[in-house]
């Protein structure tokens, strides 16, 4: 299956009973060449009504720091996220929610190869990361897995309820373009 075909199996998925209440299937945008992906936790109100990741204010704070180490959705970076359907009234996913998914998220790895994964927030980063990973004491750290680079970083909707946390986040995407310098080939062509 190609990119397409998987896009297209995706946005008719009805493998569990969030399709019932979703208008859009969010299943990600960018680059499907990208060497940078980034993983947020799953669609909220805006995102479901536009079937695109991160459009709203969180996602505009997103892209301000993307820009500032010359990162753009529409050229070097894929953004999705771990639940592709938004959970009603924003409700934490179910566990066999997040089992019925997994399997979107990693054909999308099995394609696009990522050699960074930026998960956002906590869920992101305890499920791809640890079971245990701490935003606060590892943010911005870089774990290998089988050739795959892993960094947490702070949720954006974090940020705008707490702005104090601003620079810890900035200082993270200054890591990661460190670290795309070392281990990407065509990121900042
Ligand atoms: N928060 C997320 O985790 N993902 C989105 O797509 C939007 C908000």
Redesign the pocket.
């Given at each position: 299956m190609d990119f397409e075909q998987l896009r297209q199996a995706c946005t008719t998925c009805e493998k569990c009973g969030l399709c019932e209440t979703r208008q859009h299937v969010?299943f990600g945008m960018g680059n499907p060449e990208a060497e940078v992906m980034f993983i947020?936790?799953?669609?909220?109100q805006?995102?479901d009504e536009q079937g695109l990741?991160?459009?709203?204010r969180?996602?505009k704070l997103l892209d301000q720091y993307l820009e500032a180490v010359d990162l753009y959705r529409d050229k070097n970076i894929f953004?999705t996220?771990i639940v592709k359907c938004r959970p009603p009234q924003n409700r934490d996913p179910l566990p066999e929610e997040w089992d019925a998914c997994l399997p979107w998220l990693r054909e999308q790895f099995r394609i696009i190869r990522p050699r960074i994964i930026v998960c956002?927030?906590r869920?992101?980063a305890q499920r791809l990361i640890r079971p245990d990973f701490s935003v606060t004491k590892e943010h911005g750290q870089f774990f290998e897995k089988n050739g795959t680079w892993f960094m947490g970083t702070l949720?954006?909707?974090a940020l705008l309820r707490n702005p104090r946390q601003k620079p810890d986040a900035f200082s993270d995407f200054v890591a990661l373009r460190e670290k795309i310098q070392q281990v990407c080939d065509h990121t900042y062509d």
């Open positions: 969010v947020g936790e799953g669609p909220g805006n995102e990741p991160f459009v709203g969180s996602g953004i996220n956002l927030g869920i992101a949720h954006p909707a």
